[in-house]
């Protein structure tokens, strides 16, 4: 007797365990992998195209920050074109107008875009750095280059009034 | 909303019909939706090229057993789904 397993839908590819923000809530490992040990191009590449080839439909570029990756064009560009669908999950923070439009040309569909608050100053204590007004010149390269933008936000108990100690740590949500 | 008749439906920014296993889906972030029958039919048409009143007139061709009103408002029901979905935009 045989039996089919049915095809993987979506890949996750954690490209990199690096990340820019240090943001108060995060428990993500900042180096489970060091950059020594992550995957190679090539082999990322390979991954997507066999990913592509089990039906795969949509492909998450995570991290960490996926950006940190400097053949993060390449790796978007790796498999079919136009399959799958491609979203990268990011900070913004290292995010350039020319990278945008690189990765968009390379087949990017979709962007994730993190924010760590609603205000400038709360924002940027809650991420530890001053990254919020980047993320809104982000937003407006998104629009000009008409791709699909989902905004993630962390919905911490504080994230939305101003932190009262002022050092960006909390004792609790 | 209620699509206008002489508007073209067309796959939002991140939208695009794919395959899998034989199966027609409209690929959206993070979603998928299967597509079969009369669902496609639609979606397959909406390329900025038809209006929706000819995606209407084509189905009705198509369902011509259907009560026409019946087709022309579960057409617009689910063209209206679909952009509450932000998987459609119209060009006027």
Redesign the interface.
């Known amino acids: 007797m045989t039996f089919t397993l049915?095809?993987p839908?979506a890949l996750i590819a954690e490209l990199t365990h690096r990340c820019p923000l240090h943001c108060v809530y995060c428990s993500n490992p900042l180096e489970m992998q060091s950059r020594a040990n992550e995957l190679p191009t090539e082999v990322w590449s390979r991954v997507f195209k066999e990913a592509a080839e089990a039906?795969v439909?949509?492909a998450d570029f995570t991290g960490g920050e996926p950006l940190a990756r400097t053949d993060i064009v390449d790796l978007i560009r790796a498999g079919p074109r136009?399959?799958?669908?491609r979203?990268l999950i990011t900070s913004g923070l290292p995010m350039e107008e020319a990278k945008l439009a690189a990765l968009v040309e390379a087949g990017l569909?979709?962007i994730q875009l993190s924010f760590q608050g609603t205000r400038e100053d709360t924002a940027n204590e809650i991420s530890g750095t001053k990254s919020h007004a980047h993320k809104l010149r982000v937003l407006e390269w998104v629009k000009r280059h008409?791709?699909?933008l989902?905004l993630n936000f962390g919905t911490i108990a504080f994230a939305s009034r101003p932190l009262s100690n002022g050092t960006g740590k909390t004792t609790g949500t | 909303m209620t699509p206008d008749p002489n508007s073209r439906p067309r796959l939002a920014p991140g939208c695009r019909l794919g395959e899998n296993n034989n199966q027609r889906v409209l690929l959206m972030p993070e979603r998928a939706l299967r597509l079969n029958g009369p669902s496609l039919e639609i979606v397959e048409r909406c390329d900025g090229k038809h209006t929706v009143g000819q995606i209407v007139a084509d189905l009705q061709k198509i369902y011509s057993k259907a009560a026409s009103e019946k087709v022309e408002q579960d057409i617009l029901g689910y063209l209206a789904l679909l952009h509450d979905q932000r998987a459609l935009d119209f060009d006027l």
Not at chain 1, 82 to 85: I, Q, S, V, W, Y
């Open positions: 049915p095809n839908l039906g439909l949509q136009r399959r799958p669908l979203h569909d979709h008409r791709i699909a989902t």
